[in-house]
């Protein structure tokens, strides 16, 4: 079974600025419009942060020539030990500056369960003061043999750190990865979150590259309407059994972004092997 990190494929980390900056065309967030998308199109950070961090604002610029207009960080203190430490010198306004200088904007960011529950009020400031507007728990990262009280335990307390942050005037948001579709004792960890979740406290970003094992983001933006937030993209191959370029697998696009804009998905952030941006920025923005 393919957790995200597993999936988004681990020759991701070693990319160099010469690979990005190959796949720069001209202005295209200013020449193309998506009727499809109807929203700015951002990327997720985690597959290109051995780059980021080198050149953060370089980096940035780069992706925001590829057509894109917003970006989903990760708690650099959160995700210290996942490499991210060096980003912990820019105070909240900087990198907001840092982030609209590039041409894009900051509005979501990964935060892992063990940041929000022991520096919540500190994360909180953060987002404030950076400009975000939604604060997503990444995972619970529950052990393989958690129950399902185990995981429950852990809604109960998201659902606490959301009454939190609404209060602060933030959305707080659960990222799920492909664990969340194993099932304990004939329920699927999924279908159970959704029941217990508070529908205004903790919203959802779905991870649409559980297409490899299943599952359809478009059946749950339809089961639960106004539950979702935000998306993660990503398109995968069933004839090759591989992540492929958005628009070259199996994920009806348009029917996807028809079925989130219902739903009320505000953010949409490409999270792929960063060869694919390119191809996946022109595909979208061309829809």
């Known amino acids: ?7 988004i494929g681990k020759s991701a980390l070693g990319i160099g600025s010469a690979v990005l900056a190959s796949q720069i065309p001209m202005n295209l967030a200013a020449s193309i419009g998506s009727k499809a998308l109807k929203k700015p199109l951002g990327f997720q950070v985690w597959t290109i942060k051995d780059q980021l961090i080198k050149d953060f604002p370089g980096t940035l610029k780069m992706m925001a020539d590829l057509g894109y207009q917003s970006v989903e960080m990760c ?6 030990s996942s490499g991210f430490g060096p980003l912990m ?13 590039a041409g894009l904007v900051l509005e979501s960011t990964h935060y892992g369960m063990g940041e929000l529950r022991d520096n919540l009020n500190e994360r909180i400031d953060f987002a404030l003061e950076s400009g975000q507007k939604q604060m997503i ?13 185990d995981w429950m335990k852990a809604v109960d307390e998201l659902n606490e750190i ?28 999924y279908d159970a979150l959704m029941e217990h979740f508070d529908p205004d406290l903790v919203k959802m970003q779905f991870q ?14 339809e089961k639960y309407p106004g539950r ?12 090759e059994n591989k992540q492929v370029a958005i628009g070259k697998g199996v994920v009806d696009w348009n029917e996807f972004f028809k079925a989130a804009e219902k739903c009320g998905v505000k953010n949409y952030f490409v999270e792929m092997e960063p060869e694919t941006f390119k191809e996946s920025a022109n595909y979208i923005l061309k829809l």
């Open 75 to 80: 708690s650099p203190p959160g995700y210290e």
């Open 208 to 221: 649409v590259a559980v297409i490899s094992i299943g599952y359809k983001a478009v059946s749950y933006f």
């Open 162 to 189: 959301g009454a939190k942050t609404k209060k602060a005037g933030l959305q707080t948001g659960f990222h799920n990865h492909h664990m969340e579709f194993e099932n304990i004792g004939g329920k699927l960890i």
């Open 1 to 7: 079974m393919l957790n995200r990190r597993q999936f």
């Open 137 to 149: 728990c990444s995972s619970f990262w529950l052990p393989k043999n958690a129950t399902m009280s």
């Open 89 to 101: 010198k820019f105070k909240a306004s900087e990198m907001k500056k840092i982030v609209n200088d």
């Open 228 to 239: 979702f937030i935000s998306a993660h993209l990503a398109d995968w191959s069933t004839a």
